[in-house]
């Protein structure tokens, strides 16, 4: 039976207009996580069998999936089935518009991420029949996409936290989740007094299986309750994870031992020392928000200067033939 996510009324009936409201999508291209946000105005209680998190799909260490606005399970099935044919995000953002269920993807909304190469590509499409306020964001490595909503200061607020936010990728989510914490978000929930009914938020590494995220937090409430589900988010968010940044440089897990970078925090040039000096080194290092800043070949060791680079922390990917790392380094260069 088709799942219709978001119903309003007309009169007394209730008409086949099914929406979905905020959701966001996100690619890490130095740990390759991959992860997905997400709330709406719909009581699920009602709709058994649905999972919180449903509308986002992730495939771990290739890509993300936001099927939403008139939501069909046969189109999310073939977008599902798209990435894993190995379509690129804007090819199939194109293909689920020419191919849609029903013919009419001016009611769907959909944002894609999927790796190319080493950086992810992203792509969004908003139809021109969802239901106002309507748009979406797309960025480097993640997108944003909303419909029914308050207006654009949903969508803007959600960009803004996100590349704000230092951490790591679930941090990131978690804060952009927080900058869509305004009552009427999903402008339905305005008389219940919050931003939505029910909320998620999921990221996979790259050794997970697919349906099965390491992280995985959500949430339902129902429609009277007057909850805020963004503030029962955090509190579950709060519970299994830490966004406090190491400022040590060391990450928490490493492939292979004893590599070094110093000094750190940095103010004009740092040192990295490979535990594999035998060995090429491929040095990629990325801001928070996922924009590379340097790229190079080492063997045993380099020198990177940060004369240019603006004050906050970054991540240091390792990459040779006996394994992967992360650092990270806290910048603040000398004016």
Not at 165 to 188: E, F, H, I, N, P
Request: with cysteine; proline share 4%.
């Amino acid at each position: 039976m088709r799942f219709l996510l978001y119903t309003f009324l007309l009169g007394s009936h209730l008409v086949s207009k099914a929406q979905d409201t905020f959701s966001m999508l996100a690619f890490d291209s130095i740990t390759r996580e991959v992860g997905a946000a997400g709330a709406s105005c719909v009581d699920l209680f009602t709709f058994p069998g649905y999972s919180n998190d449903f509308i986002c799909e992730l495939f771990p260490d290739t890509g993300a999936i936001a099927s939403q606005a008139s939501y069909l399970p046969q189109n999310q099935n073939n977008a599902r089935y798209r990435m894993r044919l190995g379509d690129n995000a804007p090819q199939l953002v194109n293909w689920l518009q020419a191919n849609d269920v029903q013919s009419n993807p001016t009611v769907r909304q959909y944002g894609v991420i999927r790796m190319d190469s080493l950086w992810p590509r992203t792509s969004a499409f908003t139809g021109t029949n969802c239901l106002n306020y309507k748009s979406h964001r797309v960025g480097p490595n993640y997108t944003i996409e909303g419909n029914i909503l308050l207006g654009s200061q949903v969508l803007d607020s959600m960009e803004a936290r996100f590349k704000r936010q230092t951490g790591d990728l679930a941090c990131k989510l978690m804060a952009a989740m927080q900058g869509a914490k305004m009552v009427g978000a999903d402008s339905r929930c305005a008389p219940n007094g919050s931003s939505s009914l029910f909320a998620f938020l999921k990221v996979t590494q790259p050794t997970d299986t697919f349906g099965r995220p390491s992280f995985l937090i959500s949430l339902k409430t129902h429609n009277g309750a007057g909850i805020e589900p963004i503030d029962s988010l955090q509190a579950l968010f709060d519970a299994a994870h830490s966004c406090t940044v190491n400022t040590t440089g060391l990450a928490k897990t490493r492939l292979y031992r004893d590599d070094k970078i110093f000094p750190n925090p940095v103010n004009s040039l740092f040192t990295i020392i490979s535990a594999v000096p035998g060995e090429t080194t491929r040095v990629l290092i990325t801001d928070v928000n996922g924009t590379l800043v340097y790229s190079a070949s080492m063997k045993g060791r380099t020198q990177v200067s940060v004369k240019n680079w603006q004050e906050g922390v970054y991540f240091v990917k390792l990459i040779s033939d006996s394994g992967s790392m992360v650092l990270k380094i806290l910048c603040n260069p000398t004016q």
